[in-house]
């Protein structure tokens, strides 16, 4: 992962968090980005199963799990974000 990339997630997990409390839950991300893709960031992500996305688990895990295809996930999170 870039650092432009870290970045980018740091800037949209942000914005995503609407109660500033560190996490993303379910409802932040569908608010921001829809049921479907929303739901899709939790089931990606949380790994842990806590239900809520750290900061931590929103970069690192994305960078794992997406790998090579992280920018382009990255710019679709930035083109559904609605918040
Ligand atoms: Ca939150
Ligand atoms: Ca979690």
Same mark, same amino acid.
């Given at each position: 992962? !870039?650092? @432009? +990339?870290?970045? =980018?997630? +740091? *800037?949209? *997990? #942000?914005? /995503? ?9 379910? $409802? %932040?991300? #569908? %608010?921001a980005f829809g049921d479907e893709f929303g739901a899709k960031l939790m089931a990606d992500l949380d790994a842990d199963g806590d239900g809520e996305l750290s900061? %931590?688990? *929103? ?9 090579? $295809?992280? !920018? #382009?996930?990255?710019? @679709?999170? =930035?083109?559904?974000? #609605? /918040?």
């Open positions: 992962m !870039s650092a @432009q +990339e870290l970045a =980018q997630l +740091e *800037f949209i *997990f #942000k914005k /995503v968090d609407a109660d500033g409390g560190g996490t993303l839950d379910a $409802d %932040e991300l #569908k %608010e900061l %931590e688990e *929103f970069t690192t895990n994305a960078a794992s799990v997406y790998g090579g $295809d992280l !920018s #382009k996930n990255i710019a @679709q999170m =930035q083109i559904n974000c #609605k /918040v």
